[in-house]
């Protein structure tokens, strides 16, 4: 079992990386995943689309090909989205351009991340426009780590307590269910019925 953990955050040292970091850590300790692959959007790594993707453009082909390869050998997704003006992130949603099957018919968790109460609107717009042609698989559940800068720290003292183990508890929870969808989804495509070259796209 792989899961692939997407920091959608723009910024170094990022609120959100200090999440996934934290999920990354959880997935490994609870055995809900063998192996993981974290990838950060922090600094853009990925330029903007351009049709160049579709022509197989040898400059896409070095930025994309390595990590098409970790997404291809994931059985599952994390994609954590902080709210930038109460929107995913350019960079985030910039990400689901650029591949179709590695992610196709895998489940994913989707985690917002808000340094207030907010949070909620990326949560929506992930599940209304990010998974239509590459059909990624969002889980019903979803967290939003809300209050951020007070939850989950290496230092302790600066942890909310109650709060801390809440989030804690709830991302294991979820987890687990992440990992059970992996493995469900595994046999629907096996089953060979996803695969077609007729509808490639959704409607």
Not at 68 to 97: C, M, R, T, W
């Amino acid at each position: 079992m792989k899961i692939a953990i997407i920091s959608g955050s723009h910024r170094q040292n990022s609120q959100s990386i200090k999440v996934a970091k934290h999920i990354e850590k959880s997935l490994l300790s609870n055995t809900f995943s063998d192996e993981t692959y974290l990838f950060s959007l922090a600094g853009n790594p990925l330029p903007l689309w351009d049709e160049g993707i579709w022509n197989g453009d040898e400059k896409w082909k070095v930025i994309l090909e390595p990590i098409s390869k970790e997404l291809s050998e994931s059985d599952g997704f994390v994609i954590i989205a902080p709210e930038y003006h109460g929107q995913v992130p350019a960079a985030l949603k910039n990400f689901f351009l650029m591949w179709k099957h590695e992610l196709s018919h895998k489940p994913a968790l989707i985690v917002g991340v808000s340094s207030a109460d907010g949070g909620s609107y990326p949560v929506a717009e992930l599940r209304m426009s990010s998974y239509k042609n590459n059909k990624l698989c969002y889980m019903p559940e979803h967290l939003i780590i809300r209050n951020v800068e007070s939850v989950l720290n290496e230092n302790t003292d600066a942890n909310n307590i109650e709060a801390d183990a809440y989030f804690k508890e709830r991302i294991d929870w979820t987890l687990a269910q992440l990992k059970e969808y992996a493995i469900a989804l595994k046999q629907v495509r096996k089953s060979g019925v996803t695969q077609t070259d007729k509808f490639g796209n959704g409607m």
